[in-house]
């Protein structure tokens, strides 16, 4: 198996004109342009649907009629529960790689990357939490790897729960959809496997993805590709196992909430069927495009609802219902920015 050796990535000076003062490289402003577009991108999705897609006013008749009581068995009870088995796992993870802090930490800054999800997208919101474990003197490669294995996991329990709510699906008539969307979870569960499991995949990946990951973060520079290698295999195939079927079954619980949103709305769906449906949706959003799947999750849902028979306007309440979900929720997270200590309990000499 070839060992990755430390890669240099010089930067790139911008031409000096003598006696004019440096000007900051015009690839820095399309930066910020790119991605402030394509955070505007998921708007401007729900704005077209919302204005040629979907009866407004069917959709709104919908809402109005919500059962209040399931709601909120479905947001202060089980989703409660989901955050507190989502924050174990942070707790896990981050014990794998020496990090010490309390549960009630774990918890705070599970919330930290949750809340974020107000302004960037959820697949990068937990590397927020990165920032803070680096600021109180965990390394760059620990910080970034923490929230890493907790998004790989998290996807890996996406794809499985997906597959286990398609197989359990009572008189499946694979329909084209249904068929691309099953191998779609396939192809997505082999890739994850391969990576995951295999060193020779991983030592490839590693290889090409070291300079990207110093050019988006500079600091990382500082330590050498084998080692970032080294102390991604920290994390056993053990403890990826098991950190998986946690996943699924909180995961599985995370869907059985919208279930019951769906049913406060008078939503047909079995479980099962919402299962599918917000197995692709979770997935699609986890692209860095928009801002808390807002439009993302519009767009995917209509199709995946009329698989099952259901028009678009009941796809866009039952959407317009998890957005009010995800809002409660980060807004009650956002609090936990009010109790994060200054330091947190730090390795005198980190990994």
Not at 183 to 194: C, D
Not at 261 to 285: E, R, Y
Not at 288 to 317: H, K, N, V, Y
């Amino acid at each position: 198996m070839p060992e990755l050796t430390q890669v240099e990535i010089l930067p790139e000076k911008a031409a000096e004109v003598p006696g004019e003062p440096a000007k900051a490289p015009r690839r820095m402003a399309l930066h910020k342009l790119t991605r402030w577009g394509l955070r505007a991108v998921g708007p401007l999705i729900l704005v077209t649907i919302l204005l040629f897609g979907v009866d407004l006013s069917q959709a709104l008749s919908l809402l109005i009629h919500v059962s209040i009581p399931l709601l909120i068995v479905s947001w202060f009870v089980i989703f409660p529960i989901v955050v507190l088995m989502r924050s174990l796992r942070w707790h896990i993870i981050a014990r794998i790689y020496g990090i010490r802090q309390s549960f009630v930490m774990s918890i705070v800054l599970y919330f930290i990357g949750f809340s974020a999800g107000f302004l960037i997208s959820d697949s990068i919101s937990a590397f927020v939490r990165s920032v803070f474990l680096n600021r109180d003197g965990y390394r760059w490669s620990v910080s970034i790897l923490t929230p890493f294995w907790e998004k790989t996991v998290e996807l890996i329990a996406i794809l499985l729960s997906g597959l286990i709510a398609f197989a359990a699906l009572p008189q499946v008539i694979l329909s084209r959809g249904l068929l691309i969307m099953t191998l779609n979870l396939g192809a997505g569960i082999i890739a994850a496997t391969a990576l995951l499991l295999s060193p020779r995949v991983q030592s490839w990946a590693f290889e090409r993805l070291f300079p990207w990951l110093v050019r988006r973060v500079p600091r990382i520079r500082e330590e050498q590709g084998a080692v970032l290698l080294e102390e991604f295999r920290r994390m056993r195939p053990g403890a990826v196992i098991g950190l998986t079927l946690f996943s699924i079954a909180t995961r599985l619980l995370y869907f059985y909430s919208l279930y019951l949103v769906g049913l406060a709305m008078n939503c047909p769906l079995t479980f099962w069927q919402v299962s599918v449906v917000m197995a692709l949706v979770s997935l699609v959003t986890m692209i860095p495009i928009g801002i808390g799947g807002i439009g993302t999750r519009d767009m995917i849902m209509i199709p995946t609802f009329s698989l099952f028979g259901q028009p678009a306007e009941q796809a866009i309440a039952f959407s317009f219902l998890i957005l009010l979900t995800n809002v409660l929720w980060r807004a009650l997270g956002s609090l936990a920015w009010m109790f994060l200590p200054r330091y947190l309990p730090a390795l005198e000499d980190t990994p």
